[in-house]
């Protein structure tokens, strides 16, 4: 079955860091290209970034540059996203998602994991 | 980034037939293919449309995208109460910011 877990959300005071992971299973996940999507509550979906299949190219939404950090480790068909200098607006929960199934479609998504970032 | 523009809120008894619009520009949508995701309260999201008109295998025929320009369109025929839901548009940005963008979302109710 192909699937993306997520994992290392948590509660972290604005400013601290966290550093969430997505394992996959089920696919060749060195061939794909992999994203970070998030959602604040209640609100809609926001692109976060997105890092090539060999890591080549990697691309960061204006609202994390510079504090976010996107890599993988293929050989552990591992996806991670380093979180730094964490904001309130940064409280959201993480999905991965595999580009797939189109030219700049997200075809599988993981469940998800909620970073809430409070004092 | 920017952000594509859809519908709050769109409604209409069961099987009818409601179309979602999702208005962009020449940097993302007037340029890259649009996909379309459902997605049901409390779940991720589930891809229902690619490269603007493609259905991936399992999702019925009642699902339709289109695009013309700088807008796509989401058509759902046959109104089902499982069709509730949130559905956002997304495409590729290739402005000097480039990355992903998504729309703003609209609510679908079966009424």
């Known amino acids: 079955e192909v699937q993306l877990v997520e994992s290392g959300g948590g509660l972290v005071k604005p400013g601290g860091s966290l550093r969430l992971s997505c394992a996959a299973s089920?696919?060749?996940?060195?061939?794909?290209?992999m994203n970070w999507v998030r959602q604040a509550p209640g609100k809609g979906l926001e692109w976060v970034s997105s890092?090539?299949?060999?890591?080549?190219?990697?691309y960061y939404a204006d609202s994390v540059k510079g504090r976010f950090t996107i890599s993988r480790d293929n050989a552990k068909n591992s996806l991670y996203l380093q979180m730094n200098s964490l904001r309130a607006e940064d409280t959201a929960v993480y999905y991965c998602?595999?580009?797939?199934?189109?030219?700049?479609?997200?075809?599988?998504w993981g469940q998800g994991t909620m970073v809430t970032v409070s004092s | 980034q920017s952000v594509l523009t859809q519908p709050p809120s769109v409604s209409a008894a069961p099987g009818q037939k409601v179309t979602i619009s999702c208005s962009g520009s020449?940097?993302?949508?007037?340029?890259?293919?649009v996909s379309w995701y459902q997605q049901l309260p409390g779940t991720a999201p589930k891809l229902l449309i690619y490269?603007?008109?493609k259905r991936p295998s399992g999702i019925p025929d009642r699902f339709s995208g289109s695009k013309s320009g700088t807008s796509a369109t989401l058509g759902i025929t046959g109104l089902q109460t499982g069709d509730e839901a949130d559905y956002y548009c997304?495409?590729?940005?290739?402005?000097?910011?480039?990355?992903?963008?998504f729309g703003t979302g609209t609510k679908v109710t079966v009424l």
């Open positions: 890092i090539s299949s060999s890591s080549s190219y990697i």
């Open positions: 490269d603007n008109n």
């Open positions: 997304g495409t590729w940005d290739s402005s000097l910011s480039a990355g992903g963008v």
């Open positions: 998602a595999r580009k797939g199934g189109g030219a700049s479609a997200f075809d599988i």
């Open positions: 089920g696919f060749t996940f060195s061939s794909y290209s």
């Open positions: 020449s940097s993302n949508i007037g340029n890259n293919y």
